[in-house]
């Protein structure tokens, strides 16, 4: 079994920064990519940022040069920092992580969601 706590979502002006993170812990051999969707309210969930075990990484084009996604392996921990924030990208944002367990089997898992909410 592997968990993943989000943390950093809340209310932000127009323009504001934020930053959220995705702590995953449980039966982790190996994790081949980290990243953050989102689902804005009547939207299907979209990929916001994705980083591969490498290190690459791999943005929407409507987030590039505002969002910077990071890890660190050693907490398998994977951050999101918003900065510029618009209206639009208010949504909840869902942490996801590609991992292998020790049966050498791939699994994703998701996190619970938390709301960024851009607003003035």
């Known amino acids: 079994q592997v968990q993943l706590v989000e943390s950093g979502g809340g209310l932000v002006q127009p323009g504001g920064s934020l930053g959220l993170s995705c702590a995953a812990s449980?039966?982790?051999?190996?994790?081949?990519?980290m990243g953050w969707y989102r689902q804005a309210p009547g939207k299907e969930r979209e990929l916001v940022a994705q980083?591969?075990?490498?290190?690459?990484?791999n943005y929407q084009d409507s987030v590039k040069g505002r969002f910077t996604i990071s890890r660190d392996n050693a907490k398998n921990t994977v951050y999101l920092q918003m900065n510029s924030l618009k209206p639009e990208d208010t949504a909840v944002y869902y942490c996801?992580?590609?991992?292998?367990?020790?049966?050498?089997?791939?699994?994703?898992?998701w996190g619970q969601g938390t709301l960024v909410t851009v607003s003035s």
């Open positions: 996801q992580v590609g991992y292998r367990d020790y049966t050498i089997r791939y699994r994703e898992v």
């Open positions: 449980g039966s982790i051999f190996s994790i081949n990519v």
């Open positions: 980083i591969i075990s490498g290190g690459s990484t």
